[in-house]
């Protein structure tokens, strides 16, 4: 939960931790087959959900940076392919670099009122460009969507729910 004390970045970047935090939750426990599956009619997997994370938050430094960039030449769905080498170990250390890096390109913001050019997506808003604050409201939002489709999964596979992964984490 998000300390009442914090600046506005601080504030953003902790709801954004926050649901980050739920999505590494759901690997507790669980074994790298386990992690690896897609137990509901969706396609995706855990590992799924955590390498499209890994691939798709750092991509936003730029844009937060003023600098764009240039999605079209992305695959999306190749975005939630995990590679048969490494492990899911290494994608928790991945995102947590991820996300240590996203959040220092956010802190070096000085106005999340100054309007970035946004990529060429077949998603999102063309040639209009966003507030730096819009891109950390998105980035929320994907974070929750990610964590919410984590807690479908992980019940699929074995039960446990957000509530008793949760009260299960170390930091709990």
């Known amino acids: 939960m998000a300390d009442p004390r914090m600046d506005e970045c ?3 970047l902790a709801a954004w931790q926050e649901h980050r935090e739920a999505l590494r939750r759901a690997f507790g426990g669980l074994s790298e087959e386990q992690a690896r599956s897609a137990p509901s009619v969706s396609t995706l997997s855990l590992a799924s ?3 499209h994370a890994v691939r798709g938050e750092p991509a936003w430094i730029p844009v937060i940076a003023g600098r764009g960039a240039d999605w079209l030449q992305r695959d999306g769905q190749a975005e939630f392919e995990v590679p048969a080498t490494g492990t899911v170990t290494g994608l928790l ?3 947590a ?3 240590a890096d996203v ?3 956010v802190r070096a913001v000085k106005d999340f ?3 970035v050019p946004m ?4 998603w999102g808003p063309q040639d209009e ?3 730096v604050r819009w891109i950390l409201l998105h980035l929320i939002g994907e974070a929750a969507r990610h964590a919410g489709h984590a807690d479908l999964i992980r019940e699929s596979l074995d039960g446990a729910n957000a509530f008793d992964l949760q009260q299960a984490a170390p930091d709990a």
């Open 49 to 51: 959900l955590l390498i």
């Open 93 to 95: 250390a991945e995102h």
């Open 97 to 99: 670099r991820v996300g």
């Open 113 to 115: 009122d100054e309007r």
């Open 103 to 105: 959040a220092q390109a």
């Open 129 to 131: 460009p966003r507030t």
């Open 119 to 122: 990529p060429k997506t077949p």
């Open 10 to 12: 601080e504030e953003l």
